[in-house]
C-alpha cells in the first residue's frame, strides 16, 4: 500500500466521516514494519486514528480484545498464527471490530476462508490509498465488501475469471430444484426475504423454509456464503450480475 499512490481524504458523504462522534479506532497488523507504517501513513486522515499494531496474529487477537477498535486491518501470512486463524479468534471474542483482511495474495481459496471465518472486507495490498479510506470509513458505518450484494466487485477485483466459476459446474452436488436456484440468484443481487417473497409469488414463510433447507443442502451457515458456493460452482456468473 504505497501512500503516496493517492491523494489522502476521506469520503465525501458526511455520514462517513462521524463515527458515533469520535475518531474510527483502528489497529494493523503486519509482520512487516515497513508496510505498518505504510498503512499508518495511509490512514493519517481526520475521523481516523491508529491505536495499536501487532506483527503476528497471536498478538492481533490480545490487542483487539485488550483495545476493542472499530476495525482491525489483518495480514493473511505471519509468523506464530496467520491471520486467518486470528481472523476467526477475533470474531468469536470480539464480535464488534470489524476485520478488514489485506494481502498480497490473488487467491480465491484466501477469499473464501475469510468470508467463512467472520471477514467484514478484503482487498489486495495493491489497492489504492483512497480505496482502503473509504473502506475502512465504510466498515465503521457497518458496510463490507462481503455482503452478498457487494460480493461481485471483490470477486471480479481478484480478477477469477468466467472459467474459473465454471470449472466445477458439472461436477455440482447436491442438485439443487429450480427454485432453489431461483434464491441462489436472488440471494447474490441482494434481495431480502421479503422481496424474495414479492418476486416469487411465495409467503415469508415460505421463503425461509427454503432457505433454511437450501442452507442445509449446500453445507453453509449465511446468505455470502451460500452466494460463494454457487459461484464456485457455475451457478451464477458474473454477467448475472444485477447492478443496484
Excluded at 475469510?114 to 473509504?134: F, P, R, T
Excluded at 458505518?141 to 470477486?155: D, F, Q
Excluded at 471480479?156 to 459446474?169: K, P, R
Amino acid at each position: 500500500m504505497d501512500p503516496r499512490k493517492d491523494a489522502k481524504h476521506p469520503p465525501d458523504d458526511p455520514m462517513s466521516k462521524d463515527v458515533s462522534r469520535r475518531p474510527i479506532r483502528v489497529v494493523i497488523v503486519d509482520d512487516h514494519p515497513v508496510i505498518r507504517e505504510g498503512l499508518k501513513s495511509v490512514l493519517a486522515v481526520p475521523g481516523i486514528e491508529v491505536v495499536g499494531e501487532a506483527a503476528t496474529g497471536i498478538d492481533a487477537v490480545r490487542l483487539v480484545r485488550r483495545l476493542k477498535p472499530d476495525v482491525a486491518i489483518l495480514d493473511i501470512k505471519m509468523p506464530k498464527m496467520d491471520g486467518l486463524q486470528a481472523l476467526r479468534l477475533i470474531r468469536e471474542r470480539s464480535q464488534k471490530t470489524a476485520v478488514l483482511m489485506l494481502t498480497n495474495y490473488d487467491d480465491p481459496a484466501f477469499l473464501m476462508s475469510a468470508v467463512a471465518g467472520g471477514a467484514a472486507g478484503y482487498m489486495l495490498k495493491g489497492a489504492s490509498s483512497q480505496e482502503l479510506l473509504d473502506l475502512v470509513f465504510g466498515l465503521a458505518n457497518g458496510a463490507g465488501t462481503m455482503a452478498p450484494e457487494n460480493l461481485w466487485r471483490v470477486l471480479q477485483g481478484l480478477a477469477i475469471s468466467q472459467e474459473d466459476f465454471h470449472l466445477s459446474a458439472h461436477r455440482a452436488e447436491p442438485s439443487l430444484s429450480e427454485r432453489e436456484t431461483d434464491i441462489l440468484r436472488l440471494l447474490a443481487v441482494g434481495q431480502k426475504n421479503q422481496e424474495m417473497a414479492l418476486v416469487l409469488g411465495v409467503s415469508l414463510a415460505t421463503v425461509k423454509s427454503h432457505l433454511h433447507h437450501l442452507f442445509q443442502k449446500i453445507g453453509v451457515s449465511d446468505r455470502t456464503q451460500a452466494v460463494l458456493w454457487a459461484t464456485r460452482k457455475g451457478l451464477i456468473a458474473p454477467s448475472s450480475r444485477v447492478e443496484d
